[in-house]
T-cell receptor, first 116, second 113 residues
């Protein structure tokens, strides 16, 4: 049973470009959470999604950021018109049951985004 | 809202020596507490967690942590480290009734021979 798969592992984008980060949850998991780790800081919650639904996006920046988790395929975190401040590690976690990030979730390896 | 402070950003330690990583939290309600480890080029892995019961929690790879409610701390310890324990360690807290984890900034442990 493969773990949570994130790709790409490293992504370099020029300012103004779009970044697309993918997360494939563990088999049987239908709940996905995205976290961001800025340099020298802890991981910060961004968004919680269930298949075809956004459950909680309280941690998402209001502009340029969006997330989806379609019925088929991976969850996508999309950042439009990237700026240097978006450079960070983005982690995805998945869990099998609703609202069990803190007790049942597994994390992926993260995608390290560098904006140049 | 809760917050987590990891008091040491870098901890160098010699092989077979003990190590303690400090974590303090603030919260107005009861919490669950966690330690995660991130080995180089790998994802976050759960080391141990405190949900209830005994305040001394044993985890994987010989690590343990003690929940001290009066001091709002959850320090991580290992009596004898190996080179393979070189990694970044994150303390996290979750308020009971909420699913979200709040993480500290991490402590990088470097084990030298």
């Amino acid at each position: 049973n493969a773990g949570v798969m994130q790709n790409p592992r490293h992504l370099v984008r020029r300012r103004g470009q779009e970044a697309r980060l993918r997360c494939s949850p563990m088999k049987g998991h239908s709940h996905v959470y995205w976290y961001r780790q800025l340099p020298e800081e802890g991981l910060k919650f961004m968004v919680y999604l269930q298949k075809e639904n956004i459950i909680d996006e309280s941690g998402m920046p209001k502009e340029r950021f969006s997330a989806e988790f379609p019925k088929e395929g991976p969850s996508i975190l999309r950042i439009q018109q990237v700026v240097r401040g978006d450079s960070a590690a983005y982690f995805c976690a998945s869990s099998p049951y609703q609202g069990t990030l803190n007790t049942e979730a597994f994390f992926g390896q993260g995608t390290r985004l560098t904006v140049v | 809202a809760q917050s987590v402070t990891q008091l040491d950003s870098q901890v160098p330690v010699f092989e077979e020596a003990p190590v303690e990583l400090r974590c303090n939290y603030s919260s107005s309600v009861s919490v669950y507490l966690f330690w995660y480890v991130q080995y180089p080029n790998q994802g976050l892995q759960l080391l141990l967690k405190y949900l209830s019961g005994s305040t001394l929690v044993k985890g994987i790879n010989g690590f343990e942590a003690e929940f001290n409610k009066s001091q709002t701390s959850f320090h991580l310890r290992k009596p004898s480290v190996h080179i393979s324990d070189t990694a970044e360690y994150f303390c996290a807290v979750s308020e009971r009734g909420d699913y979200k984890l709040s993480f500290g900034a991490g402590t990088t442990v470097t084990v030298r021979a």
